[in-house]
């Protein structure tokens, strides 16, 4: 299973990125897939998680009402939309396969993607 982030970039706060997590490999129907992300100086953390069929998402306390993440399986590809941006979310994000969600951790992450950085600066 190889999955690639991309779709990271500099932006100012209060803005807009969508993350994208291409799967190849695999389908993508048979994977949870979890956004994660690692601050510069920080230990990582779960971000968030959505079910392999998308019935189920979850959402770290710090980014729900701001942050979407979805699927679409026929193009093999997840998403994680991020508005209303602040400092704090300034991260390396990844995107990972997984057996099934469990909140936004990382317990069983079967695949693990390369990073895209994100940065909120004005």
């Known amino acids: 299973v190889q999955l690639q982030a991309s779709g990271g970039g500099l932006v100012q706060p209060g803005g807009s990125l969508r993350l994208s997590c291409a799967l190849s490999g695999f389908s993508l129907d048979d994977f949870a897939i979890g956004w994660y992300r690692r601050a510069p100086g920080k230990e990582r953390e779960g971000v968030s998680c959505?079910?392999?069929?998308?019935?189920?998402?979850y959402y770290a306390d710090s980014v729900k009402g701001r942050f979407t993440t979805s699927r679409d399986n026929a193009k093999n590809t997840a998403y994680l939309q991020m508005n209303s941006l602040k400092h704090e979310d300034t991260a390396v994000y990844y995107c990972?396969?997984?057996?099934?969600?469990?909140?936004?951790?990382?317990?069983?992450?079967?695949?693990w993607g390369q990073g895209t950085l994100v940065t909120v600066s004005s």
């Open positions: 990972a396969a997984l057996h099934l969600c469990v909140g936004v951790r990382d317990d069983t992450v079967d695949a």
């Open positions: 959505i079910s392999s069929g998308g019935g189920r998402t």
